[in-house]
Structure formats: structure tokens, C-alpha cells
């Protein structure tokens, strides 16, 4: 069930520090993310810098209350332009709200916003084990499309990491002519 007092909403930069300390707690204490050092406030503005409340590349933030209980973004999958029309997405939940279907309300509100923008296919690594991860992505109808054995260390390990793919606008793979 949805949590109903959460209220889901484009982020601002007023947004940037509750983002920035949920995130670093997973960069601490958890292998759901390859990063090692927690992000700087400066590396967080600049990140945020390749957002937009328009286009593919979003972050929405959800609300309990005034708290910031977790994002979704949507971001460039990868810098060539044949990429263009993909984006990876990523959610993150304030550890203490975790199992509250935030993250479902996250996803839902997140491709509701994208629907009519030119992307063709969502993509999401998860560093396994993360069952919660998986069960989220599979509701939003991404498949797993490929398990990469050993593809990150951290904590001293490596991780393997599975990537799940879900299509968004045209299903062919031809373009119609303009």
C-alpha cells in the first residue's frame, strides 16, 4: 500500500542537503552504490546541475510531512548521443521510511512525469543482494537483461550487479519517417 501522506514533487535546490545525507548513508553503509566517499555538498550542486523540471533527465522528491523521505531520478545513461534516448534511474528511501511504498510512489510519479518525452528505454544496475531493489523495478515492468558477476568492490568485496531494462514510448525498433 502507497503511503498516503507522502507528497511527491519536482526537487529544488532548497532539496539538496536532506538528498545528499539520505544518499550518503547507503554511500557508508551499504553496497547498493559504488561510490566510497560520501558526496560533497559541491559534487551534490554539481550534480544536480543536469537536472531539469522538464526533458528526460528529472529528480522528484518525496515528501512526509516537510521531510524528504526519499528521491528518483532519471539520468543520462551514457555521454554518446546514440544514448540520447535512454536514461537510468535510481531511487533512494531515508532508511527509516524503508517498506512504506515510497519508492513505489517515487517510480510512479517519476514516469508519469517522462510520459511524452523522447525516451525509448529506462535502465537500472542493482548491486545484488538487494531484493527490495528488484521487487520495486520488476512492479515497474523493467526485466532483468543481464548479471555482470563481481562488477564493483567496496567494503573490502566485489558485487555482483544485475541490469534490468524497461521499455518506454515505441516498442519497434524502426523509427517512423518525419
Do not use: C
Not at 566510497?36 to 510531512?65: C, N
Not at 517515487?106 to 523522447?118: H, P, R, S
Not at 523495478?137 to 523493467?142: L, P, Q, S, V
Request: proline share 5%; no cysteine.
Amino acid at each position: 500500500m502507497i503511503h498516503a501522506s507522502v507528497h511527491v514533487r519536482p526537487a529544488t535546490a532548497a532539496d539538496l542537503a536532506p538528498i545528499n545525507d539520505i544518499y550518503n548513508h547507503y554511500v557508508a553503509e551499504t553496497h547498493v552504490t559504488f561510490d566510497v566517499e560520501p558526496m560533497s555538498m559541491e559534487d551534490r550542486k554539481q550534480w544536480f546541475s543536469h537536472y531539469a523540471e522538464t526533458g528526460r533527465h528529472r529528480v522528484m522528491i518525496a515528501l512526509t510531512g516537510d521531510q524528504v523521505a526519499g528521491f528518483a531520478s532519471s539520468s543520462r545513461f551514457r555521454p554518446k548521443p546514440g544514448y540520447l534516448t535512454s536514461i537510468e534511474t535510481s531511487v533512494y528511501i531515508a532508511p527509516d521510511l524503508i517498506g512504506k511504498a515510497i519508492g513505489a510512489r517515487l517510480y510512479d510519479e517519476l514516469f508519469k512525469a517522462l510520459e511524452g518525452e523522447d525516451i525509448h528505454r529506462a535502465y537500472a544496475g542493482i548491486a545484488l543482494p538487494n531484493p527490495a531493489s528488484i521487487a520495486l523495478h520488476e512492479k515497474f515492468g523493467f526485466k532483468r537483461v543481464a548479471h555482470f558477476t563481481e562488477q564493483g568492490r567496496k567494503f573490502g568485496r566485489y558485487w555482483d550487479v544485475a541490469w534490468f531494462e524497461k521499455p518506454l514510448g515505441k516498442e519497434t525498433g524502426e523509427l517512423e519517417e518525419a
